[in-house]
């Protein structure tokens, strides 16, 4: 099979990889070149990382941006004490960083991703009853590989993991996949505790906040709004093309050497209009991470680490930075030792590379994961890159969303669950379910007929599929990850798929207990 043929296969498939809203319509692939042409090294300087272009010189914030956020300029009373109110500027570099040069294959440990000991277990019954909830659903479907739970109250866990994570391999709780566009939940906290920082304001526009970047110029104005706004962008309601419709463009950016956030923008193809209308796509969350970089002066990934994850005791692997870094021989890497254990392998409709119908997309395309990892990781900048199991998925929900958690600041978290508007309903959306800072509100039914509330953001495409769901009345987490896309009906009601089965299913086991 020609390799253009396979890139545009590739691309179509991860259409949906980073978003839940309808697919990109596709395009021919004759219009895509997208030739591997490796590059000498002598041909490029030495760089910051193998994937990605970054200044070498940081250019100071602007200076008529407003140094607090236009309703929250207050610093919270009550400080948690592992939330960070300063920008990360030492923390330690993860043991997953690419090497610094485009045409040598990294030198890296793998991430090992580890069950924990120090929680409490739920009783016998339920336990029961949470594996009941979630082989219900899964053995009914006709098309499935693997699925991972993990459900998390104050100090206990439970996690279960069935299927295969790769042919002849068995889903483990341990086993990483990931974890799609529930990703997004980093960027929003991350946003929202800059302005509680005072490094700009949700009223501030586009162009006022990059105004002093280096890369700014690289925008095209009739496509990229600098009128928008920090909230506009969180709400997707900026009125910004989709980058992900360009399909000839994103297939090509494969190819090269080295990447930058700015080369993802600036595959927008149509011009912007009046923002104000909710609009699910990734260009929003692009342009927020190129903010949260700027001001954070870290990358991404750096912030997320120093931020989140290292004060949670959280495992992940973050792409692009973290990720496989391009080398010559990329088309054909492996990835054997990306992750310990290996990351499940997704599997999707392996018929467009000469397969039948559904099956595992590594073991069937003439690319390795290295390739797809490094190649989709670049789409995956702020949208959908982290990587990780249910158990610390759940713990982040659990953090995040409830009151008093030690993710964010009481502040940023009620700006948060303040954010949801019914005029912003998600494709994916059930009756009543809306949309705010990159996160879902939306209610389940309990046995007894009373209703619950649930924040989270699910994910899918390319192989995978995820939600993430936090209950204030039940004070429960749950993380649900699998590698297919289970894009079919649940058996629980209208619209509802099997992933929301299960959350509805384990929610009403757990509402039946007496609880303190």
């Known amino acids: 099979m020609k390799l253009s043929v396979v890139l545009a296969v590739l691309v179509g498939s991860l259409v949906l990889a980073c978003s839940s809203a309808a697919p990109a319509p596709a395009e021919s692939t004759s219009k895509i070149n997208a030739t591997v042409e490796p590059k000498r090294l002598e041909d490029k300087p030495s760089l910051p990382t193998a994937t990605r272009y970054v200044p070498d010189t940081r250019v100071p914030p602007p200076t008529n941006t407003p140094k607090s956020g236009p309703t929250n300029n207050s610093t919270p009373t009550t400080d948690p004490t592992n939330t960070p109110r300063s920008g990360p500027t030492n923390t330690p570099a993860p043991t997953t960083k690419p090497t610094q040069l485009p045409d040598i294959t990294q030198i890296r440990k793998p991430t090992a991703f580890v069950s924990s000991k120090d929680y409490g277990e739920f009783d016998t019954g339920l336990r029961t009853l949470f594996k009941v909830a979630v082989d219900k659903e899964f053995l009914a479907l006709e098309e499935k590989a693997g699925i991972s739970v993990a459900v998390y109250t104050d100090k206990k866990l439970w996690t279960y993991a069935a299927g295969e994570a790769d042919n002849n391999v068995k889903m483990m709780v341990d086993t990483p996949l990931m974890v799609n566009s529930s990703s997004k939940t980093f960027l929003s906290a991350l946003i929202l505790s800059q302005i509680e920082m005072g490094l700009y304001g949700l009223t501030d526009s586009l162009g006022t906040v990059l105004e002093n970047h280096p890369d700014f110029p690289s925008f095209e104005l009739d496509k990229v709004n600098p009128e928008v706004t920090i909230e506009q962008m969180l709400t997707m309601s900026s009125g910004m093309a989709d980058f992900s419709y360009n399909m000839a463009g994103k297939s090509a950016s494969y190819k090269e050497p080295v990447w930058s956030p700015f080369d993802t923008v600036n595959l927008i193809q149509s011009p912007y209009s009046a923002p104000g209308v909710f609009k699910y796509n990734d260009t929003n969350v692009v342009l927020l991470g190129i903010i949260a970089e700027f001001y954070g002066e870290e990358s991404l990934a750096d912030l997320y680490r120093a931020a989140f994850l290292t004060p949670l005791n959280m495992t992940a692997v973050i792409l692009p930075e973290e990720g496989i870094a391009w080398h010559t021989e990329l088309f054909n890497d492996q990835a054997e030792d990306f992750t310990l254990p290996r990351m499940a392998m997704p599997y999707t409709d392996v018929s467009p590379w000469g397969g039948a119908g559904f099956g595992n997309m590594i073991q069937t395309a003439p690319f390795g994961l290295g390739y797809y990892l490094g190649a989709v990781g670049r789409l995956r900048y702020g949208c959908c890159g982290i990587i990780s199991t249910p158990e610390n998925v759940a713990l982040w929900a659990y953090e995040l969303y409830r009151p008093h958690g030690s993710a964010i600041s009481e502040l940023v978290r009620n700006q948060l669950l303040d954010s949801f508007s ?27 007929s009373t209703t619950i509330t649930a924040y989270g953001h699910p994910g899918g495409g390319g192989g995978y599929s995820s939600v993430m769901v936090y209950s204030p009345e039940l004070d429960l987490a749950i993380s649900i990850l699998a590698n297919s896309e289970m894009s079919f009906k649940g058996n629980c009601g209208p619209g509802e798929k099997p992933m929301n089965c299960i959350a509805s299913e384990i929610f009403g086991s757990y509402s039946t207990i007496d609880r303190p």
């Open 422 to 448: 019914g005029s912003r309903v998600p494709a994916w959306g059930v009756a009543g379910e809306s949309y705010g800072y990159f996160a879902s509100k939306r209610t389940f039914k309990l046995p007894d």
